[in-house]
């Protein structure tokens, strides 16, 4: 009788710990455990964005470079350690990701307000969402409940995330890896309607390609010289229309041959997403819905919960 007791304990013990690990995220997650955290996020990020616009782009990449490389699990932000090398020197994120110093402070702010409670991964979901909506575009409810993943990886970085060197197949193939599909691909490429990209990764572009506006490559030219080396830091905005307000203008930009990126021109090149660019041009409301729809998606992207992971009191290493 003894035995059959311990063994229903033990069962019972293992259902908890499966509905742990398995646990499903939510909108209201911390609604008692941190009834504060939102209005404590949406200041932070507000003072980060009213010193820095584009500071509201390069927090929305961090959660995209986040998610794709092992889910949304915080392990972006982890710096380098003796046993692991992180993502932040990953060719992606290497002397382009930032923020992470924005996410620093907002953590912070979360731990006076709670501490321990919310995990880093969640905080990151939350200030991309606050970005896109101070800037102009769409809220939704974030669900959360992540943890914090206790390790990054350098080689899944530079595997996971599409460069801009990206012809269509690669980035339908690359976002199809995650779960995402094609009109998720360009809902989410809209981001790119906010922020700024750095000579070297859009060069090739304007010297090389012809399916490019001559004169919009003749303006790009002169901020990025030909020579590799030269001039490579220099900055562009990816939208030139409208650089720090989240609207449509960059598929128009597409549709006008003024993609800065190549990765950009592939979604409107003569191929199977054409159509989906045209309509989001026409009906920025449609292009808010599929792209709220489509974050929301990527968001859910092999989350840590329940027992796995952990919430980390320094977004930077592990506790």
């Not at 009788?1 to 742990?20: D, E, H, P, Q, R």
């Not at 995990?119 to 914090?148: F, H, M, Q, Y």
């Amino acid at each position: 009788m003894a035995s059959l007791f311990k063994l229903l304990v033990t069962l019972l013990a293992l259902l908890v710990v499966i509905g742990n690990t398995n646990a499903q995220l939510s909108t209201n997650f911390y609604s008692k455990s941190c009834p504060r955290l939102f209005s404590t996020v949406k200041s932070s990020t507000q003072f980060a964005i009213s010193k820095e616009a584009r500071m509201g782009a390069s927090i929305v990449r961090l959660f995209f470079h986040d998610c794709f490389v092992n889910g949304c699990d915080g392990s972006v932000l982890l710096d380098d350690t003796s046993s692991f090398t992180g993502e932040k020197n990953a060719a992606p994120n290497r002397n382009s990701a930032r923020g992470f110093d924005v996410i620093d402070n907002i953590k912070s702010a979360v731990e006076k307000a709670c501490p321990g409670v919310v995990s880093c991964a969640d905080v990151l979901a939350i200030a991309a969402r606050d970005s896109v909506e101070i800037l102009g575009g769409p809220t939704w409810n974030v669900k959360l409940g992540r943890r914090d993943s206790r390790t990054a990886s350098q080689a899944a970085a530079n595997n996971s995330i599409p460069p801009p060197t990206s012809n269509l197949n690669r980035l339908i193939s690359g976002f199809s890896s995650v779960g995402l599909s094609t009109k998720d691909l360009v809902a989410l490429s809209g981001a790119h309607t906010i922020g700024l990209s750095r000579c070297v990764q859009f060069r090739p572009r304007i010297y090389n390609e012809t399916n490019i506006d001559s004169s919009f490559a003749q303006t790009r030219q002169r901020n990025c010289p030909r020579a590799t080396g030269s001039g490579d830091n220099n900055l562009a905005p990816l939208d030139l229309q409208t650089p720090t307000s989240f609207d449509n203008y960059y598929f128009k930009n597409l549709i006008a041959k003024k993609g800065l990126l190549h990765s950009d021109q592939q979604l409107f090149n003569g191929g199977s997403t054409d159509s989906i660019v045209r309509t989001y041009s026409n009906n920025p409301s449609i292009f808010s819905s599929d792209f709220v729809a489509a974050v929301i998606k990527m968001g859910d992207i092999s989350p840590l919960t329940g027992s796995n992971g952990e919430i980390r009191k320094n977004c930077r290493r592990r506790n």
